[in-house]
């Protein structure tokens, strides 16, 4: 495996998961499903961008070059911008955001500075005060258990507005993660079939191949680097 990563939580509101990684050499790797959308700073061949990725709904191929470092900030679900959908993001439609000669970037207008690994809730928060990113209510309300609140306000026009994708979708991905951490965990095969909830070994080995880019067996072998991956809740 090439690419070394680290991660932490967060207690905003607003990010999932906080990132960082380097190459040990340059590859390719399975860029795996992934329902978040998330902002990403990249220092490669002595050039520093910062890119606002979509969520993936398939497993797709992607290089790495040698000595790169990356850093970055998902998003929980719910949260966006309102100027960029995140439908306008989905599936690699990435957007590089203009560099201020290595000291920031251009984000609506404005130049910003670059975020770090420890400064990602600040500049979060620098978002949220500007009005350039925000969350739909009625999906937060919905995964904090108000199921009401959800129906109330046509649950899926709001999910589908919020996250790029339907909550069908979004589940599968869930499911298909999970696996992946139980298979590099330890389980066997048979029981994170069972602990993750598919139908039977040929249903996840297929969601697998889409989802994720490998067999179950290819992931207990650890056959191919799969990009950034942590534990989610059942």
Not at 107 to 118: I, K, R
Not at 167 to 182: D, G, M, N, Y
Not at 187 to 199: C, K, M, N, Q, W
Request: proline share 5%; glycine share 8%.
């Amino acid at each position: 495996m090439f690419l070394v990563f680290d991660d932490r939580t967060s207690d905003s509101p607003f990010i999932e998961r906080v990132w960082r990684c380097h190459s040990e050499r340059a590859g390719q790797f399975h860029s795996i499903a992934s329902p978040h959308w998330e902002m990403a700073v990249s220092r490669v061949r002595g050039r520093t961008f910062l890119t606002i990725r979509g969520p993936e709904t398939k497993a797709t191929l992607a290089d790495c070059p040698a000595d790169g470092e990356w850093f970055g900030i998902r998003f929980k679900l719910g949260t966006f911008m309102p100027s960029l959908p995140v439908s306008a993001l989905i599936d690699r439609n990435d957007k590089d955001m203009p560099d201020m000669a290595g000291r920031g970037f251009w984000l609506d207008g404005a130049e910003w500075e670059y975020p770090g690994f420890e400064t990602a809730e600040d500049f979060v928060s620098r978002l949220v005060k500007g009005g350039l990113i925000t969350r739909n209510q009625a999906i937060t309300e919905g995964f904090a258990g108000d199921e009401q609140a959800l129906s109330l306000r046509s649950a899926q026009r709001h999910f589908r507005h919020a996250t790029g994708m339907t909550h069908s979708t979004f589940r599968q991905i869930e499911r298909a993660r999970r696996a992946v951490q139980l298979l590099k965990d330890g389980h066997s095969i048979l029981d994170t079939v069972h602990e993750a909830g598919f139908f039977d070994q040929p249903h996840m080995t297929r969601a697998l191949k889409r989802l994720v880019g490998q067999t179950p067996a290819g992931v207990l072998r650890q056959d191919e680097q799969l990009s950034f991956l942590y534990k989610t809740d059942p």
